[in-house]
């Protein structure tokens, strides 16, 4: 009964990091959130069981591992675009450029304040 049960809670662990793959892969990173805590709970009756046979522990690690890969990646991307972000909220404040002379100039951006009217 023992291993019956350990064998459901690998399964459900290779289906979760499935679902996991797949919300990275198109870019729903909402969905990690609710994953991340039953992902938790899973790990946690996992080991409570005590340790899965080598086999399923070594797919499990590479599946957790190829994930983590992924989602560093995704936050590399997030990383990258909030700094391209804030480089063009920097360029619409003030721009640096030089003059004829070579004199460093700052040129003022406009900053359009919009207001929102509500009914």
């Known amino acids: 009964m023992q291993g019956d049960r350990e064998g459901k809670l690998i399964r459900a662990a290779e289906a979760l990091l ?4 797949d ?3 198109a870019g729903d990173l909402g969905a990690l959130a609710g994953l991340a805590a039953e992902k938790e709970a899973l790990m946690a ?26 989602l560093d990646a995704a936050l590399q991307g997030i990383r990258r ?14 721009m640096e ?9 700052t040129i003022a951006g406009t900053v359009v304040h919009r207001l929102e009217r509500r009914a």
């Open 97 to 105: 450029t030089y003059d004829p002379q070579g004199r460093k100039e």
């Open 23 to 25: 919300c990275l892969l």
């Open 18 to 21: 499935e679902r996991e793959r």
């Open 45 to 70: 009756r996992l080991g409570e069981s005590g340790l899965p046979e080598a086999a399923a522990a070594a797919a499990l690690r590479e599946k957790a591992q190829r994930n983590q890969q992924l």
């Open 81 to 94: 675009v909030s700094a391209r972000l804030g480089a063009y909220r920097q360029v619409r404040r003030s």
